[in-house]
């Protein structure tokens, strides 16, 4: 949820994140994301894997009712893909087949997402995902578009400068370091892993009719599984989501849950926590040790 509160200085309306309905956030995170919208700055979001980095740019523009503009970043990814494309290919072939409008080079540019968000008629959320994907010059090839809210054409001669400010979401794995410069314009928030509170309030929102017990026995489960020494794959928040649904779908594995021994391998369908078959051997091998020096 979001609300309106009283003007800023230089004449914006400031915005309160509060969550939504399918979205837990904790008093950090929604400190983080109404100081980013005041300060008029990219949002900068670190955390481990499936702890919800996406998931905020997409619930905060359903809490805005405003449209979410996503630039998932590949390795392959340039600054230059946020801004445009220029399809000097099909331009050449087209005048080689006589195409009417080839000499309009306008036809031949591709809108990026940033052109896409700077010229939307209403505020929209722009996600820029998984920057750390990308290679070391990309943050700071994005520097002064991110900044000045503009970028200049240089096919057409035009700057494309943005109607209405959007919202900056900005998610990194933490893969590797970004560019000071490009931090200094940043807002910067690390979403530490939940703790059991937080998760059973996660897991309360996702399926609101679940069994106590279950809730009780899968997070003793989950939690011990990330304090596994060794593992090269925590299990994170949304594969815990999905573990419960299928722990929920499946008697016999629920069975096995409440039943289970500690001197067992692994939990009962495993495939949704575990990841690699590393770390099946690992527990196994864990496992093993604890039946041995049990005997």
Known sequence: MTWLQPSLPDGTTRMRFEGTDSYVATDELRLAVDAAITLQKPLLIKGEP????????EELARALGTPLIAWHVKSTTKAQHGLY?????????????????????????RKGRLWDAFEADRRVVLLIDEIDKADLEFPNDLLQELDR?????????????????????????????LPDAFLRRCFFHYIAFPDRA???????????????RLVDEAL???????????????????????????LMADQLALAALHERDPAKAIPPLYGALVK?????????????????ATR
């Open 220 to 246: 003793a489960v989950f939690f011990q599984l990330r304090e596994v020494p060794g593992l090269r794959k925590k299990p994170s928040t949304s594969e815990l989501i999905d573990w419960l649904k299928l």
């Open 85 to 109: 494309e220029y399809d000097a290919v099909s331009r050449l072939r087209d005048s080689q087949l006589g195409v009417e409008g080839v000499h309009e080079v306008r036809n031949y540019l």
């Open 149 to 177: 809210m503009e970028f200049h054409v240089h096919e057409t001669g035009e700057t494309i400068r943005a109607v209405h400010r959007p919202i900056v979401v900005i998610t990194s794995n933490n893969e590797k370091d």
């Open 50 to 57: 499936g702890t919800g980095k996406t998931l905020l740019a």
């Open 198 to 212: 937080t998760l059973e309030r996660i897991v309360a929102v996702h399926y609101p009719a679940i069994e106590r």
């Open 276 to 292: 690699n078959e590393q770390d099946v051997q690992l527990l196994e091998r864990l496992a093993f040790m604890h039946r041995r």
